[in-house]
């Protein structure tokens, strides 16, 4: 059994910044990657960014280029997501993942609200 847990969310003001957390436990495992999506209510998941252990490609949907960064820790399979200069549309529960050759793991997610 792998589990996903994500910390580091919370209430900010257009402009400001967040850092989400999320460590990987359980079972053996060596994911290939790591990465971040969201969901608000009504809608469907959305991809925001990806990190890969092998060779530490990064990979981010255009909303958030250049705002986010995604980094992390091959050994520890803990992942981080930097974000600045939030805005009101960045408000959703963000869900961090894993994949590996049997699958695709989920956390159970962590609410980023920002404020006008």
């Known amino acids: 059994q792998v589990q996903l847990v994500e910390s580091g969310g919370g209430l900010v003001q257009t402009g400001g910044s967040l850092r989400l957390s999320c460590a990987a436990s359980g079972r053996t495992f060596s994911p290939y990657g790591m990465g971040w999506s969201r969901q608000t209510p009504g809608k469907g998941r959305e991809f925001v960014a990806t990190i890969s252990w092998y060779g530490g490609g990064t990979n981010y949907a255009d909303s958030v280029k250049g705002r986010f960064t995604i980094s992390g820790d091959a050994n520890k399979n803990t992942v981080y997501l930097q974000m600045n200069s939030l805005k009101p549309e960045d408000t959703a529960v963000y869900y961090c993942?894993?994949?590996?050759?049997?699958?695709?793991?989920w956390g159970q997610g962590t609410q980023v609200t920002v404020s006008s």
């Open positions: 993942n894993a994949h590996d050759s049997l699958g695709t793991y």
